[in-house]
């Protein structure tokens, strides 16, 4: 295990160290200087209300059949999930962190049908945002080399939404999970598909989730435009739209290091590159947005507050004992 998480963390390392080695470090902090000083004030700002909007997001779908189930208690093990994706691979790890936290308390099958309805959401927006980006680019060369990747996500995301929705697509598939699998695991499997189905009937709530959907990713993807601004002097609204959706998709769908870490510069230096903006601007980037990984630490809070509350009400049962 320990071996497996040295080499994870040296996989994100390699691109980093590789990007930086390229780098005059002289011109570096020309170009830090440069940098117009909002950049990281609208990096903290927006990725926390992005933060509070997935929660808010999730717990909507949560509410359609849990209303028990409070905002604040979902925000706080939204949270704990936002703070241990940065160990974990894959940026979606804090989806299935804090479904499983929550689902310990609450009825299991919903909790991960909203969960995965959350990301399937969200990858849909992802590829309508980027697919409006590359039709908004004059570059016809830069939209040809990329076309196949676009074919490919909107492929993945086909077979998810037909999985997702459709009994009768996923009705061989039961079968063969049904002699594979133990009774127990796929009498889980079958409730949390229900689960899923039965969202089919909530087409306000899933509306509603769209919308908030749509404009937490727009808050995130702009906002990145801007810090480019604020690094290079250039605005890349459409560019943003374009690329930032298929690199965010790539760090879900690949869980080879801590929350897409190393992944998500390699794929930001070859958008610098496309951009025609320089290597020693990329490492201003990738500096920047370190920030915004010290900012999912912050997930850390209510995590100290659940254990501590714990052990004051396991001192509290060993007192009446």
């Not at 790890?93 to 309805?117: G, H, K, M, N, P």
């Not at 590359?134 to 076309?147: A, G, I």
Request: hydrophobic share 50%; aromatic share 14%; glycine share 4%.
């Amino acid at each position: 295990m320990k071996r497996f998480s040295f080499l994870k963390y040296l996989l994100a390392a390699i691109p980093i160290i590789w990007i930086f080695s390229r780098i005059n470090f002289k011109d570096l902090t020309f170009v830090i200087a440069q940098t117009s000083w909002w950049t990281i004030p609208v990096l903290l700002l927006s990725n926390l209300l992005v933060l509070f909007l997935q929660g808010i997001r999730w717990w909507l779908l949560i509410r359609t059949f849990l209303p028990e189930v409070s905002l604040t208690r979902t925000l706080s093990f939204h949270f704990i999930g936002v703070f241990y994706s940065v160990i974990l691979p894959s940026s979606a790890s804090q989806d299935f962190v804090r479904a499983i936290l929550i689902s310990r308390e609450q009825d299991y099958s919903v909790i991960w049908a909203s969960t995965w309805i959350s990301r399937l959401l969200g990858m849909i927006v992802l590829f309508i945002l980027s697919l409006y980006g590359f039709f908004s680019l004059s570059d016809t060369e830069t939209v040809k080399s990329l076309e196949y990747l676009v074919i490919s996500f909107f492929i993945i995301l086909c077979i998810f939404i037909a999985l997702s929705f459709s009994k009768r697509t996923t009705r061989p598939f039961r079968g063969l999970i049904k002699k594979i699998s133990p009774a127990k695991l796929f009498s889980g499997f079958e409730r949390i598909r229900n689960g899923i189905y039965l969202y089919r009937e909530r087409k306000k709530d899933i509306a509603l989730v769209f919308i908030i959907t749509l404009c937490t990713h727009l808050i995130l993807f702009i906002s990145a435009a801007f810090i480019i601004l604020g690094i290079s002097g250039k605005l890349f609204i459409a560019e943003a739209l374009a690329y930032i959706p298929l690199i965010e998709f790539a760090c879900m769908t690949v869980p080879i290091t801590p929350n897409g870490m190393g992944l998500r510069e390699l794929l930001s230096k070859a958008m610098f590159d496309h951009l025609g903006l320089s290597s020693e601007q990329l490492g201003v980037y990738i500096l920047v947005f370190l920030f915004s990984t010290l900012l999912r630490l912050t997930g850390g809070i209510p995590l100290l507050f659940l254990k501590s509350k714990k052990s004051g009400l396991s001192r509290q049962h060993k007192n009446h004992m």
